[in-house]
């Protein structure tokens, strides 16, 4: 974990997610963590340098090692009990320092790296990011009202594939789509609301030209960063989702595409 202190601006979390110190995503890590320092505090996670384990084990349950129940539940009980492994209780604690969330990956095999999907797996854990119910509807906190709400995220992927083949009729897939589980699934479930994606499209091909002119479009978005509005994901407590958590047929009516959880589509 690397540590800038500005006292009178926000926390950003830096989630870094590749294992070449050499690599694209090495240069755009060390350039992106140095630009946003400039007006934020920030806590890093470079999970390959600090040789995080995303294997979730029965260990991490702390004394509810063996105790009967699901997973996740127990995984609630070890938070409030304060049995959750030192590497968990760190990663969740940089969580709630930071107002921003900065997560940087490859695309391999149409998703994020297995190391990136172990740190949501361990560390996003009931108690912490979600599992609470609101009193007054009985509805459970999730889906915009989770226990991470109040943060916001910008998800920086390079693909070694064009902007056609992964774009909205592209051969491989629309990568909005591709990574809803992320966007939608993990941090709009537990609270957090992202922007819209930015893309290192071609990554394995790119120039030194084309990797400045890709450096400098990072640094001028994390510069304009504050200034953009997030994804308008529908909230559960809303009443969109009635009876089955199904959107309501009126909504988006005869759609089934992932779209129609954003408002307005």
């Given at each position: 974990m690397t540590a800038s202190t500005h006292p009178e601006t926000q926390t950003a979390l830096w989630v870094y997610a590749h294992p070449r110190g050499s690599s694209l995503n090495a240069h755009v890590y060390r350039?992106?963590?140095s630009t946003l320092a400039?007006?934020?505090?920030?806590?890093t996670s470079d999970l390959y340098a600090q040789g995080f384990d995303p294997v979730l084990r029965e260990s991490d349950l702390g004394r509810f090692s063996g105790s009967p129940g699901g997973v996740a539940d127990l995984l609630g009980e070890a938070f409030t009990e304060q049995q959750l492994l030192p590497d968990v209780r760190e990663e969740q604690w940089k969580i709630a320092e930071a107002e921003l969330l900065v997560l940087?990956?490859?695309?391999?095999?149409y998703g994020m790296p297995a190391i990136l999907k172990g740190w949501f797996d361990r560390v996003l854990t009931a108690g912490f990011a979600h599992g609470e119910v609101d009193p007054r509807t009985g509805?459970?906190?999730?889906?915009?009202?989770?226990?991470?709400s109040g943060r916001r995220a910008l998800i920086i992927v390079t693909a070694g594939e064009d902007a056609r083949s992964i774009g909205p009729r592209g051969i491989s897939g629309d990568l909005d789509s591709l990574l809803f589980p992320l966007t939608h699934g993990a941090l709009w479930y537990s609270g957090v609301e992202t922007y819209a994606l930015h893309t290192i499209y071609d990554a394995d091909d790119l120039d030194t030209e084309r990797v400045d002119d890709e450096i400098q479009r990072l640094r001028d978005r994390l510069r304009g960063l504050s200034d953009e509005r997030t994804r308008p994901f529908r909230r559960l407590s809303d009443g969109q989702y009635?009876?089955?958590?199904?959107?309501?047929?009126?909504?988006?009516p005869g759609r089934t595409d992932l779209g129609i959880d954003l408002a307005g589509d």
């Amino acid at each position: 974990m690397t540590a800038s202190t500005h006292p009178e601006t926000q926390t950003a979390l830096w989630v870094y997610a590749h294992p070449r110190g050499s690599s694209l995503n090495a240069h755009v890590y060390r350039e992106g963590v140095s630009t946003l320092a400039q007006d934020h505090r920030i806590l890093t996670s470079d999970l390959y340098a600090q040789g995080f384990d995303p294997v979730l084990r029965e260990s991490d349950l702390g004394r509810f090692s063996g105790s009967p129940g699901g997973v996740a539940d127990l995984l609630g009980e070890a938070f409030t009990e304060q049995q959750l492994l030192p590497d968990v209780r760190e990663e969740q604690w940089k969580i709630a320092e930071a107002e921003l969330l900065v997560l940087q990956f490859p695309l391999w095999w149409y998703g994020m790296p297995a190391i990136l999907k172990g740190w949501f797996d361990r560390v996003l854990t009931a108690g912490f990011a979600h599992g609470e119910v609101d009193p007054r509807t009985g509805l459970p906190l999730r889906y915009g009202d989770g226990g991470l709400s109040g943060r916001r995220a910008l998800i920086i992927v390079t693909a070694g594939e064009d902007a056609r083949s992964i774009g909205p009729r592209g051969i491989s897939g629309d990568l909005d789509s591709l990574l809803f589980p992320l966007t939608h699934g993990a941090l709009w479930y537990s609270g957090v609301e992202t922007y819209a994606l930015h893309t290192i499209y071609d990554a394995d091909d790119l120039d030194t030209e084309r990797v400045d002119d890709e450096i400098q479009r990072l640094r001028d978005r994390l510069r304009g960063l504050s200034d953009e509005r997030t994804r308008p994901f529908r909230r559960l407590s809303d009443g969109q989702y009635r009876g089955t958590r199904a959107l309501h047929p009126d909504l988006a009516p005869g759609r089934t595409d992932l779209g129609i959880d954003l408002a307005g589509d």
